[in-house]
């Protein structure tokens, strides 16, 4: 007598949501809408830290040589470089090289062909064995008698932190916000399919219905809005990404920006949504029909 | 068995007394009619049996359910051995008289195969074979009245619980009703009924409980309404 009537609650969920269907049409768009917004911003997040952690990657920066110094002069200096704690490896660049290197990157090389390489300086490229301290390896390094300048990605890389640090709490307001938005619209929905329904909900208790009973086709219907807002806000964050990515790739010609493949997106995306529709669906269609079930 | 114990009833919205001292027991298989003024406190009875409403104090035995200890998840199970039936009849309206027979069938979780025999049985007993497929608003209000019977009667409970069961209905289908009632009581079902109708319970020679401003002012067997005597 106590087995789960499974089917039950199903149908009566569906006939719950296509009996108001234009409410569950609204409820439905509307929860989306949140999605997308909260979505956008939690990939925009995501893509920033993408970017910040391929920039932290790059454990390389460049110490300029004083123009005064040879090029044996320079690489005498390698010594020192080398007993800093935190440089895994050194390499002296002659003017040479340099040059080479240079020409070499710009598509249109003639412009440089015969460009004498004493206006370039030497250099050591240096690799650190740990990023985080790269800030103290710099200023050590720029203490050795004789280099010059530093060139490192460091203020690009400050400038993304901060950019990263902001989106990242706008996302989450926005989920908070949204979560709770969306919370009254299946509220209302809901409410709305329990309307007119109290007779019917009075006589089940009459009769011995238990709550869970009551409750179930209730909390299917919710799941549904919640599903339903799901898989829609999935296609439409798709849709919105590939608009935005073109847009982006368009306007960079360099390759500055990376932008992580929807694809790599979609799996995350759609369990965050899946989940936030489902508790916000359970939740919402509980919370609301809890005052019919007091008789 | 309904068994009253010295049950107290004060409504804490409006701190109404409504029962000061009610007494009394119900053994299975009994036909009582409970009667009494407007307001005397018989709905509130009724409430209390069924869980709707909790006692202030005193103690209350229905079946082998006692509902000073009553756990509200406990009350369902209650409410499975009570038929109830009230004076407007309360049928789900987008529902056939078999559908709305069906519902309250579902509701318990019983299964395909005893909802299918047990519909045509009670359908039967109340006489309403012929209008299993009828909508409520296609029937009298007899007929009504009688689908809410056969609804209260479909899980087979052990007591029928009627609120002023004829209120709506002229004198001749009251009279059916009750016979039909009467039957139903013969084939083991205890019956508790409320009603205002002197004649009808003049008619029936049953048990009637009599109860004025929150006290039972009489109880005997073949019994006369006269409150008029109090
Ligand atoms: N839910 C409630 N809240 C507050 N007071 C109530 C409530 N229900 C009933 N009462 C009061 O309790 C008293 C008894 O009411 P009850 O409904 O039991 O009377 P009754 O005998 O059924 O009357 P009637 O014959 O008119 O149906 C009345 O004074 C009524 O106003
Ligand atoms: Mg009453």
């Known amino acids: ?295 | 068995m309904i068994q009253f114990n010295h049950v107290k009833k004060i409504y804490e919205s409006n701190l109404t007394h409504a029962l000061h001292d009610i007494s009394f027991v119900i053994e299975d298989g009994e036909f009582v009619f409970l009667v009494g003024p407007s307001g005397s406190g018989k709905s509130t009875i009724i409430k209390l049996i069924t869980a709707e409403e909790r006692m202030t104090s005193g103690g209350i035995l229905v079946g082998d359910y006692d509902l000073a200890k009553l756990r509200k998840r406990k009350v369902p199970y209650l409410r499975r051995t009570l038929g109830i039936v009230f004076q407007d009849f309360r049928l789900i309206e987008n529902r056939t008289v078999r559908g709305n027979l069906e519902f309250a069938m579902r509701v318990v979780g019983s299964p395909n195969k005893v909802i299918k025999e047990r519909i045509p049985y009670v359908l039967d007993l109340v006489g309403l074979s012929e209008k299993a497929d009828c909508y409520p608003n296609e029937i009298s209000g007899g007929e009504q009245q009688r689908v809410a019977i056969a609804r209260a009667l479909v899980n087979n409970p052990k007591t029928i619980i009627a609120d002023e069961p004829t209120g709506n209905l002229d004198p001749e289908r009251s009279y059916e009703l009750m016979c039909l009632l009467e039957k139903i009581n013969q084939l083991g079902t205890t019956m508790l009924v409320v009603t205002h109708e002197r004649d009808l319970v003049n008619c029936f020679n049953k048990r009637v409980i009599s109860i004025d401003k929150g006290l039972v002012t009489s109880d005997m067997e073949n019994g006369l309404y006269d409150y008029e005597t109090i």
């Open chain 1, 1 to 295: 007598m106590r087995r789960f009537n499974f089917g039950y609650y199903i149908k009566e969920g569906f006939h719950g949501a296509g009996s108001h269907g234009f409410m569950t049409f609204a409820a439905i768009t509307i929860m989306a809408s949140c999605l997308v917004i909260m979505g956008s911003f939690v990939l925009l997040a995501m893509n920033l830290e993408h970017n910040l952690n391929a920039l932290m990657a790059e454990n390389e920066f460049l110490a300029y040589v004083d123009d005064s110094y040879t090029d044996e002069e320079g690489a005498q200096l390698g010594a020192q470089i080398g007993a800093i704690e935190n440089v895994a490896s050194y390499r002296y660049i002659t003017r040479e090289e340099a040059l080479a290197d240079y020409v070499g990157e710009v598509e249109d090389d003639s412009l440089y062909a015969d460009l004498p390489a004493s206006v370039l300086r030497g250099r050591f490229s240096i690799q650190v064995t740990d990023i985080s301290q790269l800030p103290d390896t710099i200023s050590q390094v720029r203490a050795v008698e004789g280099i010059a300048k530093i060139s490192a990605a460091l203020d690009v890389a400050n400038g993304f932190v901060t950019l990263r640090n902001v989106t990242v709490v706008i996302a989450l307001i926005m989920v908070v916000v949204l979560v709770v938005v969306s919370f009254f619209i299946i509220s209302n929905a809901i409410k709305l399919a329990t309307s007119g329904r109290e007779g019917e909900i009075a006589i089940m208790k009459m009769v011995g219905a238990t709550n869970a009973f009551v409750r179930w086709p209730f909390v299917v219907e919710g799941i549904l809005l919640g599903l339903g807002s799901a898989i829609l806000a999935t296609l439409v964050q798709w849709g919105v990404y590939q608009l935005l990515m073109q847009a982006v790739n368009v306007y960079s010609h360099v390759q500055l920006i990376n932008i992580i493949h929807f694809e790599d997106l979609v799996l995350p995306l759609m369990v965050c949504f899946g989940s936030i529709g489902l508790i916000v669906g359970v939740l919402g269609s509980l919370i609301t029909i809890r005052k019919f079930l007091r008789v």
